[in-house]
């Protein structure tokens, strides 16, 4: 009953989104409630989630962040012998953040939990990701997928300051998409080469940029994604192969590139989507990434949770731009 009355409860808290809603569909709602309850049972005991190495991992850990937070479940409150996950990426910092994506992805995890990405560890993330900016290629990384997570964490950390993202960075991006309207994760623009997940979140970093969501760009990835999705309305990796085989990865990116865009993916123009990514969750709550790999699958879980809650990427701990952050020494507090 407790989880029926959590998904009620989502969904009313939901439905107050400026996004048109096909339904007042339960399923979703269930959905999210039920992975959530079994995302907090992987928590380890230093505070991290594990990676494929099945050790603590920082990339893994700071998709949980988002995925809490998009729940609306304040992070320092999920705990495993008294450390957060951010205690345990405060513990990353030094290694995980001294690549270009790291730092990006602990800015974001930073931001989501309302920390000041300046002031994280003792180290201003912000400024690192800022001077691997290429000037010549316009990229703060030449893999477009990592490349997105830095645009996403400037374009966000610098809303109300100089300098902003620079014009040019959009236009590196925009200079890399496909003639199908893809991207490729290498930024490579050969026939073929795109997929619907790097697709999926550069569209989601264009728009946290600035791009506005009727850009010609937006829409063309938005139709190269509709070329991804198969009949039961889930979306595959890639085109190209008959018939189409979606997976919960691929689905929750595109949702989220869809809701990013203003649209409602659980809509007929859709093949209701959302729906679509509930299919992939198993009893344990969990969601499994394929259907022919029916395992639990922790990262299709948490690529799925933040879809689930209808957020987008950048992932923050409210719905209005933060004019303010918690210092690390306030990390124990309310956001």
Do not use: C
Not at 42 to 56: P, T, Y
Not at 174 to 179: D, E, K
Not at 183 to 209: C, E, F, R
């Amino acid at each position: 009953m407790l989880r029926y009355l959590i998904a009620l409860f989502l969904t009313v808290s939901l439905a107050l989104l400026p996004v048109p809603r096909a339904s007042a569909n339960l399923a979703p709602a269930v959905a999210l409630a039920d992975a959530v309850e079994w995302l907090r049972g992987q928590q380890r005991a230093d505070g991290g989630f594990a990676g494929l190495s099945g050790e603590s991992d920082p990339s893994t850990t700071a998709d949980a962040v988002y995925a809490l937070v998009a729940a609306g479940i304040p992070v320092e409150s999920v705990t495993a012998e008294g450390k957060s996950p951010l205690d345990f990426l405060l513990t990353q910092v030094e290694s995980y953040g001294s690549t270009v994506g790291g730092a990006a992805k602990l800015a974001l995890a930073a931001m989501a939990a309302g920390v000041d990405p300046r002031q994280f560890g003792g180290v201003d993330l912000i400024a690192r990701i800022q001077a691997a900016y290429d000037e010549q290629t316009g990229l703060y990384d030449p893999q477009l997928f990592t490349n997105a997570y830095a645009l996403m964490a400037v374009a966000i950390a610098t809303f109300d300051r100089e300098p902003h993202v620079p014009p040019a960075a959009i236009e590196a991006v925009l200079s890399r998409q496909t003639p199908d309207g893809s991207w490729a994760w290498d930024g490579s623009t050969d026939p073929g080469a795109g997929d619907s997940n790097t697709t999926a979140i550069i569209i989601q970093a264009l728009i946290a940029a600035g791009l506005p969501r009727d850009h010609q760009a937006i829409v063309a990835g938005l139709d190269y994604l509709r070329s991804t999705q198969a009949v039961d309305g889930s979306f595959a990796y890639q085109p190209g192969t008959e018939p189409l085989v979606g997976d919960a990865n691929s689905t929750a990116l595109a949702v989220q590139a869809i809701l990013a865009a203003g649209d409602d993916p659980n809509s007929s123009n859709w093949h209701y989507a959302l729906d679509a990514l509930t299919r992939f969750q198993n009893p344990s709550g969990a969601l499994r990434w394929r259907d022919d790999a029916p395992d639990d699958n922790l990262l299709a879980t948490l690529q799925a949770i933040p879809a689930l809650a209808w957020r987008v990427l950048p992932v923050l701990y409210s719905d209005v731009p933060p004019l303010g952050w918690a210092q690390p020494d306030e990390l124990a507090g309310d956001p």
